[in-house]
């Protein structure tokens, strides 16, 4: 009963989207504030219909309903409860369901947070959003219903992919469907500008608020991502180049540098045009995200359903949203007037080499990831492009960013002393450089990214600490009266510091061995000694594994004893390796034990893995800048208090 | 010499081979088993995806593992090791799309679209040199005037 209650709820919300779409986008054509008006209870309306839909779904996976087909496929009674709710959107209808469903959160929460946005402007955002959330929900009812009953429901399902039971599985999809879907409100805003044939200091600090917090979102969801494949594919990398991680990654890329034009919109109102043309982009990329991971166009190993008809229709979708938007930005751009006027050396100046850079870096990832499609398609050359390709042709473009980063960052608006700034950063500079060389003379026949990555790392770090000090006017004291927006970026270029040392030290001194060990053997790895003390055979709630404990120490102590797995799922018959990690501040110690040998003994990888976390800790770092600008106390009351008419707020900068 | 160029950046941005190779099917000699190793990175599993036979743990990569080993046991050398691959599995066995014929687009796109978009920035900026946006309308004028009056 309740499924169908869903299932109705579900197809209700498609002409309220229709209604949503179309009556505020004339109303605000034709001025008329009663048509205006709907925009707000229909986008209440839809994330009602659309969330009662969605718990009835969820309800039917934590009651194992094997009526409807979808449990039956992707559920197990024996499953854990985190893993029957997560299991709602571990599989494609169920994440287009969540996916729709925070599309029109972000729709309720512009209602909500809005209402100080002028009348027609917020109309057609909220316009452009319902057109979004039409377009999916059709999707969902025309290609993917996650409501349909099967006749003679089986005793038990068929249960969920090993790979995906695992508490990543119900942080990691949410936090990056908040991203990529975030980004959509980017996107109606770019065409509500383009609309109004305005874009102001006012737009731009509307917009940022929405930017940061689906960039936010979307550096959570890539980390956890990244994660959980270190710690779940038993052999700790953290980024394989996978296109799916790439859809990810190409509107994270986009949204850093939509995030930093939108400072130059706000402060000096202009790149105008420029910013428009990143908001519409970035929503593209989600897009394109979602037709990759969908379509069954490119292999990766995020293999969802790979279905040609849904990859059309999404493909239809994105040529659709794209194709308009971008006909009404080259229609209506040249409205967008510059103001601010600015040197060569001066802040603007930086951030155009920050969008510059991230822009063709995203489109670098971009090419590789689509060339084997073209590749085949047009020049009949099938191959596959991997991690080597990107290592290679991304990683410099970042390291630009990462050089010019700390200068870029001190330049004042407008006109910049760039004798100045070299000054204050001497000694940040001098600090890494020789940090740098005093590595490369201890490292002899290692890769060269471990001082270069050092070197990057330390100069955005010390940069930022050094911009930080010198903002405060060198007194300690008043770092505590810094703005949020300050502190903010303090801490996520560190983190991005951070990220960047992290990689370096990772790739660059990871220690690995490889051995057939016999139980009770000891041996060397590094500045560690292991020992494999048992295997044992255990049991999980719905797994067998053979479990391994090791015995790390260093120098004759203890550091951790380690309960490494094989499991095997008789359900899906498919085995998972569970890594046997210490963490670590400087080091991850990952074991791996292997298969039992003919000879006796078990195959044992051991991985020392230095400054692994700082991965993810600067990426938490990031995020957590992220947030601190986002609770800016000027851009709340701004946000408030800011009607529709237009004001110059260059005086601001 | 662009060839020279780019493998010296990727020699530049090397990362470490992550090994999934077993003990036993390792060779006795140190020497040779490192150019295994390196050969292992950039041959991929085409069982899997997006994985080389270096780090998948699937048969058909343990059985290219000690393929790539008999053939340098053989004597061969690692680019008649790659071609034996290309020539049984297509140019897909390879991680890294080699740099000839069409793929030159592949790997100068980056570079070009850089320097596109710098020259881009240049030309627009000395296009479109401030146009009075400098000065102040009449309007904005008046109202200084005015608050420098106050």
């Known amino acids: 009963m309740y499924i169908e209650l869903g299932h109705l709820s579900l197809i209700l919300a498609l002409p309220v989207a229709l209604v949503q779409m179309i009556l505020p986008m004339i109303g605000a054509q034709r001025n008329d504030a009663v048509l205006m008006r709907v925009a707000a209870p229909a986008a209440l309306m839809q994330f009602l219909l659309i969330t009662l839909s969605f718990l009835a779904l969820t309800w039917g996976f934590v009651t194992s309903d094997f009526s409807l087909q979808l449990v039956t496929i992707n559920s197990h009674s024996a499953k854990p409860m985190l893993y029957k709710i997560s299991g709602v959107w571990g599989n494609h209808e169920g994440s287009v369901l969540l996916w729709a469903l925070i599309l029109a959160l972000f729709g309720a929460a512009a209602v909500v947070f809005g209402k100080d946005l002028p009348d027609r402007l917020r109309a057609r955002v909220l316009s452009v959003q319902g057109a979004v959330g039409l377009a999916f929900l059709a999707f969902i009812i025309f290609t993917s219903n996650p409501f349909l009953r099967l006749e003679f429901p089986p005793l038990n399902g068929q249960g969920l992919n090993p790979l995906l039971q695992d508490p990543g599985l119900a942080f990691h999809p949410p936090f990056l469907y908040l991203g990529y879907v975030g980004l959509s409100m980017a996107f109606s805003f770019a065409v509500a500008a383009l609309l109004e044939g305005r874009v102001d200091a006012a737009w731009a600090r509307w917009v940022r608020p929405w930017t940061l917090a689906a960039w936010i979102f979307l550096t959570i969801g890539i980390a956890l991502g990244s994660w959980w494949a270190y710690y779940e594919l038993g052999w700790g990398g953290f980024w394989f180049w996978d296109p799916v991680e790439n859809a990810s990654f190409m509107p994270w890329l986009v949204a850093t540098a939509l995030l930093h034009s939108a400072i130059v919109v706000e402060k000096r109102e202009t790149l105008k045009s420029w910013t428009i043309l990143l908001a519409i982009l970035a929503f593209g990329f989600s897009l394109m995200g979602t037709f990759i991971v969908r379509s069954g166009v490119l292999t990766s190993v995020h293999a969802f359903a790979n279905d040609p008809e849904r990859g059309m229709f999404i493909l239809i979708i994105l040529a659709l949203f794209m194709g308009g938007a971008l006909t009404l930005f080259a229609a209506r751009a040249h409205v967008m007037e510059s103001k601010g006027v600015f040197a060569l050396v001066s802040r603007e100046s930086g951030l155009v080499l920050n969008n510059v850079l991230l822009v063709v870096s995203a489109f670098v990832v971009f090419v590789g990831t689509i060339w084997p499609v073209v590749s085949e398609l047009a020049f009949d050359r099938p191959l596959s492009v991997g991690a080597p390709f990107f290592n290679t042709a991304f990683t410099p473009f970042i390291l630009g960013l990462a050089l010019f980063l700390p200068i870029g960052a001190m330049f004042s608006w407008k006109r910049a002393k760039a004798g100045r700034v070299v000054k204050t950063l001497a000694l940040a500079g001098l600090v890494a450089v020789s940090a740098a060389i005093l590595l490369w003379a201890m490292q002899t026949d290692r890769s060269a990214l471990g001082p270069v990555g050092l070197f990057c790392g330390l100069w955005i770090f010390l940069g930022s600490v050094t911009e930080l000090w010198q903002r405060a006017g060198r007194k300690p004291a008043r770092l505590l009266r810094l703005s949020g927006a300050d502190w903010g970026k303090f801490i996520s270029h560190a983190g991005f510091g951070i990220v960047i040392f992290g990689i370096a030290g990772l790739v660059a001194w990871e220690e690995e061995d490889i051995r057939i060990a016999q139980i009770g053997e000891t041996f060397e790895v590094g500045a560690f000694s292991v020992t494999l003390e048992a295997v044992e055979e255990v049991q999980g709630p719905n797994y067998f594994a053979t479990q391994g404990r090791l015995r790390v120490e260093q120098d004759g102590e203890l550091i951790e004893v380690l309960h490494p797995e094989r499991r095997r799922y008789p359900v899906a018959g498919m085995p998972t390796t569970e890594a046997g990690i210490s963490n670590g501040l400087m080091r991850d110690i990952y074991l791996v034990v292997g298969d039992a040998q003919a000879g006796g003994g078990y195959t044992v990888r051991s991985h020392i893995k230095p400054f692994a976390n700082w991965i993810w800790g600067g990426a938490i770092f990031m995020a957590l800048g992220g947030f601190f600008s986002l609770f800016d106390r000027r851009l709340r009351v701004a946000a408030g208090k800011r009607s529709g008419a237009a004001k110059s707020t260059g005086a601001q900068a | ?150």
């Open chain 2, 1 to 150: 010499m662009i060839r020279r160029a780019f493998s010296i950046l990727m020699l530049l941005f090397l990362t470490l081979p992550a090994f999934a190779v077993e003990p036993e099917e390792m060779l006795a000699d140190p020497l040779l088993e490192t150019r295994a190793q390196s050969l292992d990175e950039v041959i991929r599993c085409v069982q899997c995806q997006s994985e080389n036979i270096a780090s998948s743990n699937a048969d058909w990569a343990k059985d290219a593992r000690l393929m790539v080993r008999q053939l340098l046991l053989d004597g061969r050398g690692d680019q008649e090791i790659m071609q034996f691959f290309v020539e049984r599995y297509g140019e897909r066995v390879l991680m890294t799309p080699q740099l000839n014929g069409s793929n030159v687009i592949l790997w100068v796109a980056g570079p070009l679209m850089l320097l596109l978009s710098l020259g881009g920035i240049f030309l627009y900026s000395r296009k479109s040199k401030p146009s009075g946006s400098a000065s102040l309308s009449a309007a904005e004028e008046a109202r200084l005037k005015e608050l420098l009056d106050e």
